[in-house]
Structure formats: C-alpha cells, structure tokens
C-alpha cells in the first residue's frame, strides 16, 4: 500500500513536471534560437552585413574543411567603426551575440567561425592606398590586420625593409597569425611573430579600441597575441623591421629516419 501511493506519487510529480516543460517549452525555443536581431535593419551597416547563402557557405568553412559552422551573417567592414559599432550591438543585445574576426580563413578547424552569429570580413577593410605605414628610422611598419603577410613583404621591401620574423607560408593575415603565434625558419633567432609587436590597436569586447604594448595596457596586448580572438580584434600592429639582406643563402637538408 505504502509503496504504491509513493509510486502515484512518483507518477503525479512526473506529470506536473511534463506539463511544466510543455508550458516553458516555446519561451525556451524562443531564449536559444538563433537571433535575427534587428541588427538586419540596422541603418548602420546598410549594405555591410549580408546574410546572402554564398557568404554564409564561405564563412561556415575553413582551409581545414573538417567543420561547417553557419553563422547568421557576414560583415564586411570598410572601417574600423563599422566593427566597433557591431561589438557595441552585440554588447548591449540580450542575449548577446557570438563574433568572430576572419583573416584569410586558413584555420583548420572552425577557429575563425560564430556559430549563429557574425563573422566578420576583415579582409574587405584592405585599402590598397593605404594600411601600411613605415618608418625607416624607427625600423617598424604600422599595418592593418587584414594584410596579408606577402603584401606586407612587398610593401617594404620596396623601400629595402623586411619584418624579422616571419611565417613560411606568407598568404596569412597579420591579424590571423598574431592571433596564434606566426612561426618559420626565423622563429629560432627572433622569435615568433608575436614576440616582434611592438604595439597594436585591440577593439575590446565592449566595442572600445585600445592601443596596447608591453607598456600600455598590457594586459590586453598580451591576451591579443596568441589570443585566438577571444580578448579582442586587431586592427592594426607595429611590425618590427630591419634592413633585407641583398642576398640569402638557402640550405635544404634531408634526412633519413632511423630505420
Ligand atoms: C597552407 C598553410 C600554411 C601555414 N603556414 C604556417 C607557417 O608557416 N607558420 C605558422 O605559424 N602558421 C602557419 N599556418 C597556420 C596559420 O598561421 C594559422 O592558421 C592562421 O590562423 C591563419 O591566418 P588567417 O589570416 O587565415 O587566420 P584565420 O584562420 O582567418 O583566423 C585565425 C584565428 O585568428 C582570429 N583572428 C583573425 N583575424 C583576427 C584579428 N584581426 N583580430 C583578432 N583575431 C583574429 C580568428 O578569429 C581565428 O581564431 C599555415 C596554415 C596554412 C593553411
Ligand atoms: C609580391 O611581389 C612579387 C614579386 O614582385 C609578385 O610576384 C607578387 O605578385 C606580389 N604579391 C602580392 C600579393 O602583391
């Protein structure tokens, strides 16, 4: 007897908690489903933000090919406000929104991407007139993060100039390898990229941009390198320069693993 009131009792519990669920079941859809935002209609960003299907499909994938991660939509920014105008958005929206800076998408694996949220172009922000700046007697070059390193090369080597420390594969954007670590043949010596900033400008997560160094706000500079975008995103760095050799000697070893 005892048992089985205790079993109707069990049974009225798992009742009312179903109903329960069925009752808070839309308000709970309608909490996690992706957000259309208003941001769509956001006079702001006319003609930037597009959700249209190839944009998406770029987005979602990488160089990896492993994952496809849909975002809602992709801007393409053609100034640093246009992205600080979209943190401050995702900022103040409840619930937030997931962003995401791409470079030059050669990820592996769904690192540049934001589920259901924005990605963000960085390359549309290229200037060709612009977004290099260097300095012979400082020996450093101020750079929009979206350049490609090869375009970076180009630039001072026309003036005899070359950055120190470099990746081997030079299709990659500032932004992207500073976000990891930017490593080659000159890593033994200088360092890897990151170790060779000198200064950056770093939108923070509230949309504010912050130029950081070792001296200044150097919490937000030391998150940034090697950060992944996840303390920020960069927009512009100051590369660490020095004069190009006429000439290089190039070795190529191969070796036989021991058997
Ligand atoms: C063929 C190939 C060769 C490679 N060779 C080398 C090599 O020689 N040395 C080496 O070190 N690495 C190498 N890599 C790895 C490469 O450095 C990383 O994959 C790097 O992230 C790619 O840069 P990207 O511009 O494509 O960045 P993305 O893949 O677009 O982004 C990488 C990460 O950085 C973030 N990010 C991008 N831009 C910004 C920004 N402006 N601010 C903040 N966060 C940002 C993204 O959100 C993401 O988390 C190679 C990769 C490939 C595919
Ligand atoms: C860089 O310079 C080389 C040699 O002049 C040229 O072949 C290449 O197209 C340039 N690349 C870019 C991306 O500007």
Redesign the pocket.
């Known amino acids: 007897m005892a048992s089985n009131s205790f079993r109707s009792q069990i049974h009225l519990g798992v009742i009312i908690i179903l109903i329960i669920i069925t009752l808070l079941t839309p308000i709970t859809t309608y909490n996690t489903s992706p957000q259309p935002w208003n941001i769509l209609s956001h006079n702001d960003f006319a003609g930037k933000l597009t959700t249209a299907s190839s944009s998406i499909e770029s987005a979602a994938t990488?160089?990896g090919h492993v994952t496809k991660i849909f975002p809602s939509a992709v801007l393409n920014p053609s100034s640093v406000e246009d992205i600080t105008d979209l943190v401050k958005l995702s900022y103040d929206s409840q619930p937030s929104f997931t962003l995401?800076?791409?470079?030059?998408?050669?990820?592996?694996r769904g690192?540049?991407s934001a589920k259901d949220g924005v990605v963000v172009n960085?390359r549309s922000m290229v200037n060709r007139d612009r977004g290099i700046k260097v300095s012979r007697t400082g020996l450093y070059a101020d750079v929009d993060?979206?350049w490609l390193w090869i375009e970076v090369l180009n630039k001072t080597l026309e003036l005899g100039l070359t950055p120190v420390s470099w990746?081997?594969?030079l299709y990659?954007?500032v932004?992207?390898?500073l976000?990891?670590?930017?490593?080659?043949g000159q890593t033994f010596r200088y360092g890897p990229q990151i170790t060779n900033v000198q200064e950056m400008d770093v939108i923070t997560g509230k949309g504010e941009i912050a130029t950081c160094s070792k001296y200044m706000n150097s919490d937000l500079f030391f998150a940034?390198l090697g950060g992944?975008?996840q303390f920020?995103?960069?927009?512009r760095a100051r590369i660490k320069l020095e004069v190009a050799p006429k000439r290089a000697k190039w070795f190529r070893f191969l070796s036989h693993p021991p058997s």
């Open positions: 990488d160089f995401a800076a791409r470079g030059h998408g050669h990820s592996h690192q540049a960085m993060a979206a990746t081997d594969y990659l954007t932004g992207g390898t976000s990891n670590a930017g490593i080659s940034a992944l975008g920020g995103i960069i927009t």
